[in-house]
DNA sequence: TTGACACATAAGAATATTCATATATAGTAT
DNA sequence: ATACTATATATGAATATTCTTATGTGTCAA
């Protein structure tokens, strides 16, 4: 843990405020969390490991994917998501690690 | 770095989830970072760092205040913030520390 | 008490988010 | 081509967020 604390530049503040808007959301920060665990998982076994309607997980999916957060990839009828943002599995395991989440 | 990776409950979610959108706002996360960096910080000096009207530094810090991630303190006329959520500093670190922020 | 300064709050408009419903698209098998 | 499954998208209603403007409150000094 470096404890140079330099002011963050404003590119860099609103970059690390889109991320963070973008996993503080319920539905999100679970599908982060299921994703950390698994690696990766498709939009069925999302929608029914949390118990929300298709349409919903498609779009915190994509809403995700447009932000950078997650990735996808098509397998035959199948589209896998993964997590794309080191960043967001640094804040992840900091949770995990620091907060007693 | 623990690599456990035990499910977040519900609950955990949901509040790992309003602290991380709590934060997740550029003006919140620029108060964040100044508070990080000088420890506590009184309304009028955060306003004019950030080049903020007076009613949205307070509104922002109320906020921030009410969901638990800051606390005040009261010197004279002065208001003083400061952080007092931990997993707060935790999730500025891990940013400055892992993603070149 | 009055004035000045620091901060908080109320109210509302503009905008953004979230979810539900319905429909569309893509891939696969028959 | 048709049917079926998986996923995406369009639309809109309900709600939440953000900012601005205006006003209120607290503290201190004269």
Partial sequence: MTESRKKLDVSAVRTAAAMLKCIGHPVRLQIIDLLDRTGERNVT?????????????????????????????????????????????????????????
Same sequence: chains 1, 2.
Avoid at 49 to 68: C, F, R, T
Avoid at 76 to 83: K, P, Q
């Fill in 45 to 101: 076994a999302i929608q029914e490991e949390l118990g929300i309607e298709q349409a919903v997980a498609s779009q915190h999916l994509n809403l995700m994917q447009d932000k950078g957060v997650l990735i996808s990839r098509r397998d035959g009828v199948n589209v896998y998501y993964r997590i794309d943002d080191p960043r967001v599995t640094e804040v992840i395991y900091c949770i995990h690690d620091h907060c007693d989440l």
